[in-house]
């Protein structure tokens, strides 16, 4: 038998909630009863989704608790979601979102996540190679990336790690600004017929053998 779910339980879950409505279902007396449904789909899968009653669910997820192999269930997943929404809130996604978040994640690659229900850095951290692999080229990179930064939030320094964070962005963007910036010089110069000034990284000072003095400037 297990208890309630964790926060960290639930996040590693991959059920997405899409959301609730309530339908009125007619009774024998001929009244209608308010019952509410729930739509969920599977991170890393576009085009897949699910729906039931929020009663089955429950119940489901009640029973499974009470047996020894006790996992979790989807129900754990959404509870905290549809508590929001009862409480007139939207059902939105726990955790660090990826547009606040400084890792050098893109525009582009925000949406292909989103794409795959995964809407925050835990989301991204926690997503296994086969869901990882649909964003492209550099996504595991960006999942270690990702997985750094949640344990740099768990060990209590959230700030630090989003300073640290977003220290490195800076730190790689400048260096692809200055490779673009050496590449252009040397076309317009090569265009040009004119001589390519040495670069830092391109002048090697000469070696001097053993008891060998400088040269002379």
């Not at 909630?17 to 899968?45: I, M, N, S």
């Not at 669910?57 to 509870?79: F, H, P, Q």
Request: aromatic residues 6%; proline residues 6%; contains cysteine.
């Amino acid at each position: 038998m297990i208890p309630d779910a964790s926060p960290e339980d639930r996040a590693n879950l991959a059920v997405v909630p899409f959301g609730f409505w309530t339908d009125h279902e007619p009774q024998p007396d001929g009244t209608l009863k308010a019952v509410d449904h729930a739509k969920w789909g599977k991170r890393g899968y576009a085009n897949w989704e699910s729906s039931d009653k929020v009663s089955r669910l429950m119940k489901s997820a009640k029973d499974n608790r009470g047996r020894d192999d006790a996992t979790l269930t989807v129900w754990d997943a959404l509870e905290p979601h549809y508590k929001r929404w009862k409480e007139g809130q939207d059902a939105v996604t726990d955790g660090y979102a990826l547009e606040g978040w400084a890792g050098g994640i893109t525009k582009g690659q925000i949406t292909a996540c989103k794409a795959l229900h995964i809407h925050s850095v835990e989301d991204l951290a926690n997503s296994p190679d086969d869901v990882a692999q649909k964003l492209g080229m550099g996504a595991i990179k960006l999942r270690d990336t990702a997985r750094a930064f949640v344990a740099t939030l768990k060990s209590g320094t959230p700030q630090l790690a989003a300073e640290n964070a977003e220290l490195k962005a800076r730190i790689e963007q400048m260096a692809k600004e200055q490779e673009e910036d050496r590449k252009a010089m040397k076309e317009f110069m090569a265009s040009h017929s004119l001589q390519t000034p040495d670069m830092p990284e391109d002048t090697v000072e000469e070696r001097r053998g053993p008891g060998r003095p400088r040269k002379a400037a």
